[in-house]
């Protein structure tokens, strides 16, 4: 990989941490700066070697950077675009790590217009463990996971191929995708997921002590923090409840096969063979 | 434990193959017999030191036995309770391990009416793995899972107590219920997650290579063998269509809340705080 003279990361978090580590571990940048608003986290960061040095000011951290990544949550990419755009480096290229693209991408862009100056490329490494914090930070967190990358039709090539290239050099597999095609799909495989946790969570009452391994895999996520879960639902409105309808939809067509005693056998084999066709590749990440 | 002088595992499979590994391992048993249909099963069983002999015949294979385990499909206990019943020892106790409780129980309760003669306790290990048959078993499978027991009010505790302390020589442990609380209970924590996963694997179609963890810990068990789960839909349905509808309703009002913008974070919250307090012994077995 093309190394970068300087990252700056904001939010020296479970993400941003981990991105830090990661480059830092594998030599893909001269001088990692951390910019975060929790102080204490500076010394954290140094410690576990996420960042070179550490700053509260994202102003400051942006400076003499040709790489900038927002890894706050989703809610703060837009307003920290905004503010720090000024002082980017004219060929800087600016990405974020949100699970919800369409929206930011929207308003980045508008922001940052790419005639010549720094460019906005959405980024969305699918990778996590069940921690939070810089304390969780991993350097192996991106190995063997999907990095969405989620141009418009107006981002330089160049710059979403130095992130392709980054992703690569983590380990990660980049996959690059519409805005609106990410939202779609992360809505189905991970916000839906999440807000059916939750609801068998609700559902299930005092049923824990019974629970076993597939109530266990199946609600873990459920114990994640809420804020930023939150956020997603209202960044995402629109796809999760497209999702969850098309789930609604399933779930009834099993409820009348088990009532009428019919199709069931079919419906739950064609569920078993697109499970299957996820295949050995999405074991071992799940196994992560 | 007291030891028991012979085990009869009658369907030598994941389930019955790992308790006869654990039985034979732990000292459990003086002998441990296998039955099995499938004539090629019983080299094997006994190469991984799962019986100490095997036979096709049930009622060959239970003579003389103090303890019979039915470890086959939950559609086959009550008609081998019938088969076997005459050729019982008076003092010996039948179990079985299917995951649907109340209909077995009855059917098999009504052929063995306890009077002074065999009993039947109705047991359920919440326990497996993503593999199948005697190829997969394994004599830890049991370790720190819950052992569900579902006497009636005339089963002898006598016969309770045996299968309990049986329970606890496995490192499992041991859990008495109705049979009506275990199939309400069991419907929701396993038999709903299952078809959770089924409808979201039918539902999200092409979405499958941006699947991340979340997604495919959600969506494991829908890969595994339909038949079995058809005929769970089949004996445990109405408390399945109970916990369908509770699901159903907990998933509506996060749409609601979702459309509306409101409570959605206390809904979300009460999820966590419930995911929560299942608590760090089940974070451990949820991870086997």
């Known amino acids: 990989v093309n190394v970068f003279e300087r ?157 392709a290239e980054l992703a690569r050099a983590l380990d990660a597999v980049p996959l690059v995708m519409t805005p609106e095609e990410h939202d779609d799909s992360v809505a189905m495989v991970s916000h839906l997921p999440y807000l059916m946790a939750a609801a068998l969570m609700n559902a299930a009452g005092r049923a824990g002590p019974v629970a076993g391994p597939a109530f266990l895999g199946a609600t873990r996520v459920a114990g994640s923090p809420v804020a930023l879960w939150a956020q997603i639902c209202r960044l995402n409105r629109e796809p999760i409840q497209n999702a969850l309808r098309a789930f609604r939809e399933e779930l009834a067509r099993l409820e009348a096969a088990i009532e009428d005693g019919g199709r069931l056998d079919g419906l739950l084999e064609a569920a078993r063979q697109a499970r299957l066709q996820l295949g050995a590749a999405s074991r071992e990440k799940g196994s992560k």
């Open 7 to 163: 990252v700056t990361v904001i939010g020296v978090g479970l993400i941003g941490g981990s991105l830090g580590m990661a480059i830092r571990a594998r030599g893909l940048a001269r001088e990692v700066v951390g910019v975060t608003r929790i102080e204490s986290s500076i010394p954290l960061a140094l410690a576990r070697r996420a960042i070179d040095r550490g700053t509260a000011d994202p102003v400051a951290g942006v400076r003499g950077a040709d790489l900038v990544v927002l890894a706050t949550p989703p809610d703060q990419v837009v307003s920290l675009v905004q503010r720090v755009r000024l002082n980017l480096r004219t060929e800087a290229v600016v990405t974020d790590v949100a699970s919800v693209k369409a929206e930011i991408v929207r308003a980045a862009s508008r922001l940052l217009p790419a005639e010549g100056g720094p460019v906005f490329v959405g980024g969305h490494p699918m990778a996590g463990n069940e921690g939070q914090g810089i304390t969780a930070a991993d350097p192996d967190l991106f190995e063997q996971t999907a990095y969405l990358l989620t141009p418009t039709p107006r981002t330089p090539q160049r710059a979403v191929d130095r992130l």
